[in-house]
Each structure stands twice: as structure tokens, then as C-alpha cells.
């Protein structure tokens, strides 16, 4: 028996997809951009409400109960599923963490060195990392689109829900 996110959850995780594409869309192409004042300020700002939104988001759906998965989903994609969500939560968090610390030490002076090349290393990793995860999730969503066991329609908006006439086609 599968029951739906509640409407606050499915804004959430809508909502969250595009501060995200919104975050990809005005990122930084070099690290001597921070030299403008203004811009290091922004971002330093962005990146403290984009973990602020990711952190109630995560306490939100933990109150909920994360997944629509039945109880007796085979433990094993229960697990993997389990997974995936939790390291999209921690990789998306470090891609902001490691920002917040590249600009710390961008404005501390630390300009060049290994210290910022290493946290730098680890923000384009951790960009990396999530974009592999939601590979994973999106393709997962789209498999149990194609079984029409609800998870999909458990999450989409109404129009896109699995039987909707207007949603696509398998
Ligand atoms: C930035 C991109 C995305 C991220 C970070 C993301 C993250 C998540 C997370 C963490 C969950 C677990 C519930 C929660 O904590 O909110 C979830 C659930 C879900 N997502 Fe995404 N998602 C993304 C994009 C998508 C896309 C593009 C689709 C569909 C094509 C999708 C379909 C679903 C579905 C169907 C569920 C419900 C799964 C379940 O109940 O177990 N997601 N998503
Ligand atoms: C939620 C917040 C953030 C997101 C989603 C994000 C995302 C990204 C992405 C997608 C890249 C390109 C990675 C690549 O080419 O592989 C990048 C690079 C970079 N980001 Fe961020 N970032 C965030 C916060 C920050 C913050 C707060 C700072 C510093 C104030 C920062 C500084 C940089 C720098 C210096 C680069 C590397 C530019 C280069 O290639 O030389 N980012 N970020």
C-alpha cells in the first residue's frame, strides 16, 4: 500500500529541484571571481540559505517518513533507496559547506596554497558525487514509472501523476 507525500513535501522537493538548477545556473567559473567583494558576500549568502532550506527540508521528510516505499519492500532496495536520498542530503550539504569555507579563506587572505586547492578539490567532488546520485534517484523514479506502483505518483504533481492523460507515454 503506497500513500502520497503530502502537498508541503511534494513543494518541497519540487521547490528544492529548482534552487538547485538556480544554484548550478549562477555558479562561479573562477576563483578569482571572488575578488569582487559583492559577489563573495552573495554566494556566502546563497550558500547559508540553501543549507538552511536542505536542513528543514531534511527535518521536515524525517517527520514524515522519507519514503512512500511499502513496508514490505525487498530489504535490499529499501536499503539502496535509503541510501541514495541520504547522500544526495549530505553531498548537496558539502557542496555548500566546502563554498562556505572556500570563501572563508578566500577572504581571510588564503588565496592560493594547497588549503583552498584542497577544499576546492572536494567542492567540484561533491558536485560530481550529487550529480551521480541524482542520476541514480531520477533513474529510479522513472522505473517505478514504468511499473506503476505508485512511487512515482507519490511524488509528481497531479498532472504528471502515473494514468494522468496528459502525462507521457511509456
Ligand atoms: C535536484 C534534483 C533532486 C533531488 C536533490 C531529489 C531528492 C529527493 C529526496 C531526498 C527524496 C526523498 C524524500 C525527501 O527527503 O524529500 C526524493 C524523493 C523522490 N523524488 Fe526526488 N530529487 C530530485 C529530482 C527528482 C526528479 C527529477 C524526479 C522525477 C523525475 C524525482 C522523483 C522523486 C520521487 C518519485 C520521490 C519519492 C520516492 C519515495 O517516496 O521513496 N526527484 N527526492
Ligand atoms: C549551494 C551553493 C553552491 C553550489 C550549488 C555550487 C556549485 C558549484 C559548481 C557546479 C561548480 C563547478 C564545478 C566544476 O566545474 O566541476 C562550482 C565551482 C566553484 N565554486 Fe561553488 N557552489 C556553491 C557555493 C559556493 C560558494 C559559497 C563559493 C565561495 C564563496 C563557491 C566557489 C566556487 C569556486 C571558486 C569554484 C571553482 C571555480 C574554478 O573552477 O576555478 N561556491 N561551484
Redesign the pocket.
Known sequence: MVSAHSPMAVFLHWGFVGV?VY??TK????????EDASL?QN??M??TL??TLLFSRFVYMRSRGSTALPSDTPRLNMLMARAVHLGMYVS?AM??V???V??VL?WSGFKDGAGISVV?IA??LF??LSYLLIFLHVSAALYHRRKRDGIWSAMVPFFLKEGSRDSFRN
Open positions: 538547485f544554484a548550478l555558479q562561479i567559473d573562477e576563483l578569482e571571481e571572488l563573495l554566494e556566502m546563497f550558500a540553501f543549507l548537496l557542496i555548500a566546502t563554498g562556505l572556500i570563501g578566500y576546492l567542492h567540484e558536485v560530481q
